[in-house]
């Protein structure tokens, strides 16, 4: 089966755009993670979705945001750059059950901020 | 806020040799998994342990969960080249998230 498909590989943005990042899970995964890692501090959880509903969000600034459409694909956007969100996102997707449930992760999308 | 301190930070080894990376956590944690990572990749999951005590073997990798469910440990026998690569652990709980160490980087020379 496919795995978690997350695009763009690459991206390069300027300080003060904004970006939507995309994440198609597993078919059947209806929960989708988002993730940032940095070399600094390693994965920092960002939100969750299970049927387009946000469950859970990390300790980050309101200009990080995401979605969940109803066939699970999910994005996330960050508005006005900042030169530290350059960091390799990562998406997750796994059935929903809490605790136990192993996730599967995307390949990610490296952001690059200039 | 749940940490989990992952340790030693590097490793480097030769092959056919031993080795302990340690995940220790002051919190308790419903689930411990582990996970490698290698350069450009998205971390794949390795094993899932649930219950504290318990003990899960995969070849030559032996994963423990603490009694507490407080720590883990992953024990790699004979390492060999391919097992190159950033080892993770996360714990899980109730909620929707989890909580990833910052890593043991894996050296492994031939």
């Known amino acids: 089966k496919a795995g978690v498909t997350q695009t763009p590989r690459y991206l390069i943005k300027t300080r003060g755009q904004q970006v939507t990042l995309s994440c198609s899970p597993i078919?059947?995964?209806?929960?989708v993670s988002w993730y940032q890692q940095t070399p600094g501090q390693g994965l920092q959880f960002l939100f969750e979705?299970?049927?387009?509903?946000?469950?859970n969000k990390g300790n980050f600034p309101g200009r990080f945001s995401g979605r969940q459409f109803s066939n699970s694909r999910s994005e996330m956007n960050v508005s006005t750059l900042e030169l530290g969100d350059s960091a390799l996102y990562l998406c997750?997707?796994?059935?929903?059950?809490?605790?136990?449930?192993?996730?599967?992760f995307g390949s990610g999308t490296r952001l690059t901020v200039v | 806020t749940q940490l989990l301190e992952q340790s030693p930070q590097f490793l480097s080894i030769q092959e056919g040799e031993n080795l302990t990376v340690y995940c220790n956590s002051s919190?308790?944690?419903?689930?411990l998994q582990w996970y490698r990572q290698e350069p450009g990749e998205g971390p794949v999951l390795l094993v899932t342990v649930v219950t504290g005590g318990e003990v899960k073997k995969l070849k030559r990798l032996t994963f423990q969960f603490g009694d507490a469910r407080k720590d883990s440990s992953l024990h790699i026998t004979a390492a060999q080249p391919g097992d190159t690569g950033l080892y993770l652990c996360a714990g899980g709980g109730s909620n929707y998230k989890l909580t990833f160490g910052k890593g043991t980087l894996l050296t492994v020379n031939p």
């Open positions: 919190s308790v944690f419903s689930s």
């Open positions: 979705y299970f049927s387009e509903t946000q469950r």
């Open positions: 078919s059947g995964h209806r929960s």
């Open positions: 997750a997707s796994s059935l929903g059950q809490p605790s136990s449930g192993g996730y599967t």
